[in-house]
Nanobody, 131 residues
Framework: HVQLVESGGGAVQAGESLTISCAAS????????IAWYRHNPGTECDLVGT???????EFVDSGNARLSISQNSAKSTVFLRLDNLEPEDTAKYYC??????????????????????????WGQGTQVTVS
């Protein structure tokens, strides 16, 4: 049974940077495909970016150089770094993973989905508020 726990969110000023984490327990991210989603009330979860198991990273906004995804060497924690934050970045951020702990691969992470849908393992989310 895998559990994902996000942390590192908070209230920050525009222009600052923030790194949020997604820690796995009960499994590692070795061989997993990972996605970061964002959610605001009244909307679905919107895909931010993905990291495939071969390390390839893609962002929905491919021109957005303010985002990066990385992992620690133990493959136990995934990070989403957001630079030069803007108020529009305010959202609750979720990590999701497939090919982990029995969750099968998906051909593509959906660009929009109900948060915490059971096609993947999800965390509980961490709130980022930019003012």
């Amino acid at each position: 049974h895998v559990q994902l726990v996000e942390s590192g969110g908070g209230a920050v000023q525009a222009g600052e940077s923030l790194t949020i984490s997604c820690a796995a327990s009960g499994a590692t991210f070795e061989g997993a495909d990972i996605a970061w989603y964002r959610h605001n009330p009244g909307t679905e979860c919107d895909l931010v970016g993905t990291q495939s198991r071969d390390g390839r990273t893609e962002f929905v906004d491919s021109g957005n150089a303010r985002l990066s995804i990385s992992q620690n060497s133990a493959k136990s924690t995934v990070f989403l770094r957001l630079d030069n934050l803007e108020p529009e970045d305010t959202a609750k951020y979720y990590c999701a993973a497939t090919r982990i702990a029995g969750f099968p691969a998906v051909s593509r992470f959906p660009r929009e989905t109900v948060c915490q849908t059971n096609f993947a393992a999800w965390g509980q989310g961490t709130q980022v508020t930019v003012s």
